[in-house]
């Protein structure tokens, strides 16, 4: 079984650019979740998708991140316009039901110049 | 909102001695994890367990959810166990800890 697939690996852009990151989630998994570790901070919890369905984007910071599943598979996250605090690394996690393991993709290590 | 406190922050350790990390949590949750964030920033899934005790070789996790506290012990712990390790819970998304720095020296 294919596990949380994420793209890029790596992203370096400029500030006022656009970035868009996706997440392909283990196949079957209705629940998907994006977190964010910039530098020095702990792991922090960005938005959580049932299906198509945003359950919970509590954690997103600001309207320049915009995320988006539609049909209920894979997702992105599209940062417009970056900014120098948005650098850190993006993780996607999917689940099959809410209160199970949460299984994390390898993330996208974002750079903003 | 739910608090997680891992300790120690750090920790040094020589290849073959035993150790034990330590995650309190604010709050009663019904979901806590263990991940091993390897060098390459990948995070491992190690154990999901809201409760009671799981081994898998080496390590063993004990979570007792009335008193708020899981451990995450490592024996006989090799180089390749160094990295940061998480504890996250949650009663719905995942609060992650700042993590406890592992270094094995051989």
């Known amino acids: 079984e294919a596990g949380v697939t994420q793209f890029p690996s790596h992203s370096v852009i400029e500030k006022g650019q656009t970035v868009t990151l996706r997440c392909d989630p283990i196949?079957?998994?209705?629940?998907l979740y994006w977190y964010r570790r910039v530098m020095g901070k702990e792991i922090k919890f960005l938005l959580h998708f049932v299906k198509e369905s945003k359950q919970d984007e509590s954690g997103m910071p600001n309207n320049r991140f915009l995320a988006e599943r539609t049909g209920g598979t894979y997702s992105t996250l599209k940062v417009q316009p970056a900014e120098l605090e948005d650098s850190g690394v993006y993780f996607c996690a999917s689940s099959p039901r809410q209160q199970e393991t949460q299984y994390f993709g390898p993330g996208t290590r974002l750079l903003v110049l | 909102g739910i608090q997680v406190e891992q300790s120690p922050p750090d920790l040094i350790l020589q290849e073959g001695a035993n150790s034990t990390l330590r995650c309190n949590f604010s709050?009663?949750?019904?979901?806590l994890q263990w991940f091993h964030q390897n060098p390459w920033g990948q995070l491992i899934n190690l154990f999901y367990?809201?409760?009671g005790t799981k081994q898998n070789g080496r390590l063993s996790a004990t979570t007792v959810a009335t008193e708020r506290y899981s451990l995450l012990y490592i024996s006989s712990s090799q180089t390749t166990d160094s990295g940061v390790y998480f504890c996250?819970?949650?009663?719905?998304?995942?609060?992650f800890g700042q993590g406890t720095i592992l270094t094995v020296h051989p």
């Open positions: 367990i809201p409760s």
């Open positions: 196949s079957g998994h209705d629940n």
């Open positions: 709050d009663s949750v019904n979901n």
């Open positions: 996250a819970v949650s009663y719905g998304k995942l609060t």
